[in-house]
């Protein structure tokens, strides 16, 4: 299972994991749920205490990860498979144009 956390500006929105099974979820956070009702990350993904939940990653994220030469690139730098929307989502999405930004959670950062 792999998690990241989905910042809109500098403020935590909710957490996007992929399970082993390869299920998509996202979640917003409850304090951005009671804060931040109207400020959603995508006209598709409302501010909801509801759990998203896709087959593949949620088309928004998608359209994230760069593509042709700079997919390329990222995918040979990084050692990504170009099918591993996750990887290459948290290896290239952290200092993303726009709003919102993705940093992964490491294990390591699930036991502090």
């Known amino acids: 299972m792999r998690s990241a956390e989905i910042f809109y500006s500098d403020t935590l929105a909710g957490i996007l994991t992929e399970t082993d099974d390869g299920i998509y979820t996202f979640r917003y956070n409850?304090?951005?749920?009671?804060?931040?009702p109207d400020k959603f990350i995508t006209f598709s993904m409302p501010v909801t205490g509801e759990i998203y939940t896709e087959k593949y990653l949620f088309a928004f994220f998608e359209g994230l990860i760069p593509e042709g030469w700079l997919l390329d690139i990222a995918s040979k730098?990084?050692?990504?498979?170009?099918?591993?929307?996750?990887?290459?989502?948290?290896?290239?999405c952290q200092n993303c144009i726009g709003?919102?930004?993705?940093?992964?959670?490491?294990?390591?950062?699930?036991?502090?």
């Open 77 to 92: 730098n990084w050692k990504i498979n170009p099918n591993d929307r996750m990887g290459l989502l948290m290896a290239c």
């Open 30 to 36: 409850e304090e951005y749920i009671q804060k931040h």
């Open 99 to 112: 709003a919102v930004s993705v940093k992964p959670i490491h294990v390591e950062d699930e036991n502090e």
